[in-house]
T-cell receptor, first 113, second 111 residues
Framework: DAGVTQSPTHLIKTRGQQVTLRCSPKSGHDTVSWYQQALGQGPQFIFQYYEEEERQRGNFPDRFSGHQFPNYSSELNVNALLLGDSALYLC????????????FGNGTRLTVT | DAKTTQPPSMDCAEGRAANLPCNHSTISGNEYVYWYRQIHSQGPQYIIHGLKNNETNEMASLIITEDRKSSTLILPHATLRDTAVYYCIVRPYNYGQNFVFGPGTRLSVLP
């Protein structure tokens, strides 16, 4: 049973460009969350998707947007990239119950030059 | 902001028990305590969680004080592969509440 898978694993973009990151949740999971992790820091919550809608959002600008598909997979889009967007982007999935733990993928390492 | 306080770093000898403390003095009655760890260049890995009773699984034990204001994660026989950053998180029992990560504790298991 595959866990959470993310693609690509690494990505290099230029300032001002747009990027799309992809995530497939663990089998049986219907909720997907995205986190940004800067070097040396803990992951920071971006947003969470459930039933194809954004259910909760962290303190990130509108340049960060997402989507969830009927098969529960998800995309994270970042527009007008800034140097400060360089980070590890983590996707996590969970079951739709109250205390279900998050299961994380190994992330996409985004470098903005 | 994270609602937990952890020491920034700890060392443990290989084969000995690693006891990682976490303070969550403002925890509410409906908040669970979760532990994750992150090995370099990987995503966080779920370890264990609990509400008020002590919990044990194949990876670790979680001891929560009676007043629930602190907890300890115990790795009974630490190995070099347990070297990682360990995160203690409190999360409300509300559908969809996200996990707020602090800086965690960097555990170094020494040979």
């Amino acid at each position: 049973d595959a866990g959470v898978t993310q693609s690509p694993t690494h990505l290099i973009k230029t300032r001002g460009q747009q990027v799309t990151l992809r995530c497939s949740p663990k089998s049986g999971h219907d909720t997907v969350s995205w986190y940004q992790q800067a070097l040396g820091q803990g992951p920071q919550f971006i947003f969470q998707y459930y039933e194809e809608e954004e259910r909760q959002r962290g303190n990130f600008p509108d340049r960060f947007s997402g989507h969830q598909f009927p098969n529960y997979s998800s995309e994270l889009n970042v527009n007008a990239l800034l140097l400060g967007d360089s980070a590890l982007y983590l996707c996590a999935s969970s079951e739709g119950d109250h205390n279900s733990p998050l299961h994380f993928g190994n992330g996409t390492r985004l470098t903005v030059t | 902001d994270a609602k937990t306080t952890q020491p920034p770093s700890m060392d443990c000898a290989e084969g000995r028990a690693a006891n990682l403390p976490c303070n969550h003095s403002t925890i509410s009655g409906n908040e669970y305590v979760y532990w994750y760890r992150q090995i370099h260049s990987q995503g966080p890995q779920y370890i264990i969680h609990g509400l008020k009773n002590n919990e044990t699984n194949e990876m670790a034990s979680l001891i929560i004080t009676e007043d629930r204001k602190s907890s300890t994660l115990i790795l009974p026989h630490a190995t070099l592969r347990d070297t990682a950053v360990y995160y203690c998180i409190v999360r409300p029992y509300n559908y969809g509440q996200n996990f707020v990560f602090g800086p965690g504790t960097r555990l170094s298991v020494l040979p």
